[in-house]
């Protein structure tokens, strides 16, 4: 099915020599930075995750929402996402890959990573996430690859494929729960440390993942043959519209516990993102721009006519994406550092380089995703126009 890939009109390889161009631009700046040391970054002794760490967070949703197509398609039997599960399952795949390399990227010395293979420790949750993280990526490629192929077969998927997909349902919510106890296990930082942390990712993954994938749904109808269905695409705004509405209440939990109880570690960061700390502001306008797009957002969503609308569903959801984006991406890891543990603030911006890196890491992503996506829908419209194919001389029988 790989070859399907290798056939594409010209806007289609210009779009992937266009993503190769930024893969490159990017490993040019990550060479620099591989000789230079993480010193090319902004990062510092007192933030020492950044960037590449907040993509990661961030992404790490984004995979993990493919369980709300599997969950209703495959459980429930809910046949409106059967066009779309593929999608979602191929979006988890790209996700993973994106959350790996960042991970790549941000170590100063990356043949490290080795150690968490030849000597894992199982006490640590770094070595649990790069297990959950390989596994989910693994049964996403099996599970996405092998109903793919039974579908081009015109066949049932092999028996074995069922336990696969009933166990990538609690892999999927284990590697956000693991990811955010990498932050909450830490005692030292008072905005992470909350009982409440996996939910807060949970419920921000099931939003931002399920809208960037509405997203890339009707992307794919415009530019392509291949329509996923109305149906399909109003359910994933429900998703998102409730997702979205928990992830808002799980942060004001935190901000109620933090003010009305009168902590100050945990005050004291979100002074900093929201109104600045000591004199420092560089993430207030950024924080409040997250806010304001998650308030226009819900207040979009909230009412069936408007997410009737397509054109308006999709701006809603655009609007949670780059929301969930800048809090999750950014804000989230960057006021975990700030104060720092004497009570100084110092802030943290992206450098140039650091910035093309990250760039040429999402290009490569979108290259995976762009191939995955060429198969799945080139195999969909053979199946489609074979179907037709077979049923149209029946209907000239009739008709005569």
């Not at 709300?68 to 495959?74: D, E, N, R, S």
């Not at 770094?126 to 996403?140: E, H, Q, R, T």
């Not at 945990?266 to 306008?285: C, I, N």
């Not at 984006?325 to 890891?333: A, C, P, S, T, Y």
Request: glycine share 8%.
């Amino acid at each position: 099915m790989l070859e399907k890939a290798l056939t594409g009109s010209k806007r289609y390889w210009a779009w992937v020599f266009f993503l190769l161009a930024l893969i490159g631009a990017g490993t040019l700046a990550y060479l620099k930075q591989f000789s230079y040391g993480l010193g090319l970054t902004g990062m510092s002794r007192d933030v020492s995750w950044g960037l590449y760490i907040g993509q990661f967070t961030f992404l790490v949703g984004v995979a993990a929402s493919a369980v709300m197509l599997v969950i209703p398609y495959y459980l429930h039997h809910y046949k409106t996402f059967g066009r779309i599960v593929i999608l979602g399952e191929f979006l988890a795949v790209s996700a993973v890959i994106m959350c790996v390399t960042f991970i790549f990227v941000d170590m100063g010395q990356p043949m490290r990573i080795m150690n968490v293979i030849l000597h894992p420790r199982p006490n640590s949750v770094m070595f649990w996430d790069s297990m959950v993280l390989s596994g989910y990526l693994l049964l996403n490629i099996v599970i996405g690859w092998t109903t793919l192929g039974a579908e081009r077969r015109a066949v049932p998927p092999p028996k074995w494929v069922k336990p696969l997909i009933y166990l990538s349902v609690p892999w999927a919510v284990s590697i956000h729960t693991v990811t955010a106890f990498l932050y909450a296990g830490l005692p030292g930082r008072h905005f992470w440390l909350s009982a409440i942390m996996a939910a807060r990712f949970l419920a921000s993954a099931f939003a931002g993942g399920p809208s960037f994938l509405l997203i890339l749904s009707l992307l794919v109808r415009k530019l392509t043959k291949f329509d996923p269905g109305k149906e399909a695409v109003q359910t994933l705004g429900k998703i998102v519209t409730y997702a979205m509405f928990l992830n808002v209440f799980f942060m004001l939990l935190e901000v109620f516990t933090a003010f009305y109880s009168n902590i100050p570690g945990e005050m004291a960061s979100f002074k900093y993102l929201y109104a600045g700390l000591d004199g420092h502001s560089r993430l207030v306008p950024l924080m409040w721009t997250s806010s304001i797009l998650a308030v226009v957002s819900m207040a979009m969503l909230i009412f069936p006519k408007i997410r009737a609308k397509e054109n308006l569903l999709l701006m809603a959801c655009i609007a949670v994406f780059i929301s969930l984006w800048i809090d999750k991406g950014f804000g989230l890891v960057i006021g975990g550092f700030i104060p720092n543990p004497m009570e100084h603030v110092v802030e943290y911006w992206p450098t140039l380089p650091e910035t093309i890196i990250t760039v040429g890491v999402y290009a490569l992503g979108f290259l995976v995703l762009t191939v995955l996506y060429k198969v799945a829908i080139s195999v969909k419209e053979d199946v489609e126009g074979a179907a037709y194919k077979k049923i149209e001389p029946a209907g000239q029988a009739v008709s005569k």
